[in-house]
């Protein structure tokens, strides 16, 4: 089954990074359309999205980008009825800890992290850097890499950026969102803690399936490229089939 799919990249980097994900799922057949994170706190540029990601079958996203991806894809079913694919890469509903969602990084050393943006945006985006890739075997190698495909991100969208990872609290859309779902985990991920991969399973809805990626980083759809697409294009194959 060949689908379009809408896939949004992570906060700090830049499309770039995703671009060998997007490649291969377009050798498999799939028309896919990636873009950047936006401000989905201005009601302009989130309704724009939405008559975007309106044209395209499945809503995907990486961190932050998955987040988006799930607001987009209550927006659509508000406002079209419809019930578009979702799909996550390690993205967390709730990427600060509030009180409903303990699984998340805790508030603390989120505002120590944007302090320190504030104060040194370049050194603290090289220190997300060697998170996103810590926990792998190849972190090094990754890191390396990385800094090869990152474009420097205009400050005010990566300011907003953080604004979304504190604010937005997804626990009771997915909760409640009856859409197909895939949300595809690290197992040694910095960013989001390992227990994400026993909480979500209670959380979500029917039609929902939980993938964890053994001995990976919160890099994954960038580095584990040929595994994601096979549990990616996996799912998409048996959802669409189901239809």
């Known amino acids: 089954m060949n689908a379009s799919i809408l896939l949004i990249t992570g906060w700090g980097g830049g499309t770039q990074l995703l671009e060998p994900l997007q490649h291969k799922l377009q050798q498999q057949g799939h028309h896919v359309e990636l873009i950047n994170i936006f401000n989905a706190l201005d009601a302009d ?21 998955g987040q988006l991806a799930t ?22 509903p709730c990427f600060v800890a509030q009180s409903n969602w303990s699984t998340a990084m805790p ?19 090289k220190r ?16 390396i890499q ?10 005010s969208l990566l300011q907003h950026g953080l ?10 859309t997915l909760a409640h969102y009856t859409g197909q779902q895939l949300h595809v985990f690290a197992q040694h991920d910095a960013l989001v803690p390992g227990e994400i991969i026993q909480n ?5 809805a029917e039609n929902v399936k939980v993938v964890c990626i053994e001995h990976a980083s919160h890099g994954f759809p960038c580095f584990e490229v040929e595994q994601s697409v096979q549990i990616i294009e996996d799912f998409i194959n048996t959802t669409f089939q189901a239809v």
Not at 107 to 125: M, R, V
Not at 163 to 172: G, H, Y
């Open 200 to 204: 979500m399973p209670q959380l979500l």
């Open 128 to 143: 997300f850097g060697f998170l996103v890739c810590q926990g792998a075997d190849s972190a090094k190698k990754d890191f």
């Open 45 to 65: 540029i989130l309704q724009h999205h939405v008559e975007l990601a309106h044209r395209f079958d499945v809503i995907m996203g990486w961190s932050l980008g």
């Open 163 to 172: 604004v979304l990872l504190e604010q937005l609290n997804l626990t009771e």
């Open 146 to 155: 990385m800094q090869k495909l990152i474009k420097p991100q205009p400050i």
């Open 71 to 92: 607001l987009l894809t209550q927006q659509l079913q508000q406002q079209y009825q419809e019930q578009k694919t979702l799909i996550t890469l390690a993205s967390n």
């Open 107 to 125: 508030q603390e050393t989120f505002e120590q992290f944007k302090l320190s943006f504030q104060q040194d945006a370049i050194t603290t985006l």
